[in-house]
């Protein structure tokens, strides 16, 4: 059974840094794409980050990019995503996905199999 595990999320400051965990159990994280998506109230979840199974090369949403760094240890099937210069609008719940298409990255969330539950994160102004 695959088990995608968030964590890290919490409240923060404008302009502070948050750094997010994937943990995935009962799935090797090598042989698969793994993202970031988030979702906040009333929106629909949109893409956040992405990396190829090697750690090279990474994709960012145009919001969040030179702010978020994606990263992965595959050796420990763990992703993380490090968020600094945080805004109101990063505000969401971000979960972290695994994807099994034969692609270098992926964006789109409906092409995603394995989710978290999510972890929340606020930043407060």
């Known amino acids: 059974q695959v088990q995608v595990i968030e964590s890290g999320g919490g409240l923060v400051q404008i302009g502070g840094s948050l750094n997010l965990s994937c943990v995935v159990s009962g799935l090797p994280i090598s042989r698969q794409i793994m993202g970031w998506f988030r979702q906040a109230p009333g929106k629909e979840r949109e893409f956040v980050a992405t990396?190829?199974?090697?750690?090279?090369?990474?994709e960012y949403a145009d919001s969040v990019k030179g702010r978020f760094t994606i990263s992965r240890d595959n050796a420990e099937n763990t992703v993380y995503l490090e968020m600094n210069s945080l805004k109101p609008e990063d505000t969401a719940v971000y979960y972290c996905?695994?994807?099994?298409?034969?692609?270098?990255?992926?964006?789109?969330?409906?092409?995603?199999?394995?989710w978290g539950q999510g972890t929340q994160v606020t930043v407060s102004s």
């Open positions: 996905a695994a994807c099994s298409r034969w692609m270098v990255v992926e964006t789109d969330y409906r092409k995603y199999e394995s």
């Open positions: 990396i190829s199974r090697k750690g090279v090369p990474t």
